[in-house]
């Protein structure tokens, strides 16, 4: 079965640095497009970055020169560096992917999603 399966969330003071992964299996790693998407209870899901199956990268404007994305090949998981955390970035973190050829932070074009994990910043 295809699935995706976060990890790494946790509490962290303001400032402080998170790393997440997400493991995929089977098919779902190669597909064109994977990224990791956000959502605080009661908003939309916000898209943080995309990561290419050519190593292209993307980021929402509000986490860029912060958090990082990155693909492990070895271990078949897709990677977020939070570093330098504000208490904004307070949210259920999801890694989702699709294979359609154009990757965009577009939620209607991800099918396949993780459970999430949740990230609190505190003051």
């Known amino acids: 079965q295809e699935q995706l399966v976060e990890s790494g969330g946790g509490s962290v003071q303001a400032g402080g640095s998170l790393r997440l992964s997400c493991a995929a299996s089977?098919?779902?790693?190669?597909?064109?497009?994977m990224a990791w998407f956000r959502q605080v209870p009661g908003k939309q899901r916000e898209g943080v970055a995309y990561?290419?199956?050519?190593?292209?990268?993307a980021y929402a404007d509000s986490v860029r020169g912060r958090f990082f994305i990155s693909k492990d090949n070895a271990k078949n998981t897709l990677d977020l560096q939070m570093n330098n955390l504000k208490l904004e970035d307070t949210a259920t973190y999801y890694c989702?992917?699709?294979?359609?050829?154009?990757?965009?932070?577009?939620?209607?074009?991800?099918?396949?999603w993780g459970q999430g994990t949740q990230v609190t910043v505190t003051a």
């Open positions: 989702a992917a699709h294979d359609k050829p154009y990757c965009q932070l577009l939620e209607d074009a991800f099918k396949d």
């Open positions: 089977g098919a779902i790693y190669s597909s064109n497009c």
């Open positions: 990561h290419t199956e050519v190593g292209s990268t």
